[in-house]
């Protein structure tokens, strides 16, 4: 009897854990080294929210609002990329969101942010590529600081691919 009774309480502990909504993301941009060779300079000209829906999605039964903190912790997240400039630099990138999301697989949760970037070199030439910056981790209690921490790991992983670019454009 007091196990089933213990287990209850573990149980009902565990669901007052869980957010039914998570109202969105603060900006905690994690540095990313620069690399060996030094950044690229860019400037971002534009980014453009193109998601069709601006929610970021569902843990299970909990909500992920995007619309109102979505676009600035975003801006802010592409910025703090190592050779950043807010103008006059000889690369510069139009950016166009095109989806955002988390969801629930099992006992996991994925976290996914889908861009297209159109790259202007300085000889002139455009060039536009997808990224797509995904975290993949367990999903412990659907909470906004596991909903947070998996969209800052996604757009880690979103920075240093488009760091990676940015390092060969310049070095051509």
């Known amino acids: 009897m007091r196990t089933l009774a213990a287990s209850a309480a573990v149980c009902a502990l565990l669901a007052g854990c869980v957010a039914d909504r998570v109202q969105g993301l603060r900006a905690t941009t994690a540095p990313l080294a620069a690399p060996a060779g030094g950044a690229c300079p860019f400037t971002i000209v534009a980014i453009d929210d193109r998601r ?19 676009p ?26 095109l989806r955002a999301y988390i969801h629930a697989l099992s006992t ?3 976290a996914n942010l889908v861009v297209r970037v159109h790259m202007s070199t300085p000889d002139g030439a455009l060039r536009s590529k997808l990224y797509r910056g995904v975290d993949g981790s367990t999903n412990w209690s659907n909470s906004e600081s596991e909903v947070q ?24």
């Open 108 to 110: 996991m949760k994925s």
């Open 149 to 172: 921490a998996a969209f800052d790991n996604a757009m880690i992983h979103l920075r240093q691919q488009l760091q990676t670019d940015l390092a060969l454009t310049c070095r051509r």
């Open 52 to 70: 069709e829906e601006k929610g970021l999605g569902r843990l299970y039964r909990t909500r992920v609002d995007g619309e109102e903190s979505f």
């Open 72 to 97: 600035s912790w975003f801006a802010d997240g592409l910025k703090a990329t190592p050779g950043h400039a807010a103008q006059g630099a000889p690369v510069t990138l139009r950016v166009e969101v």
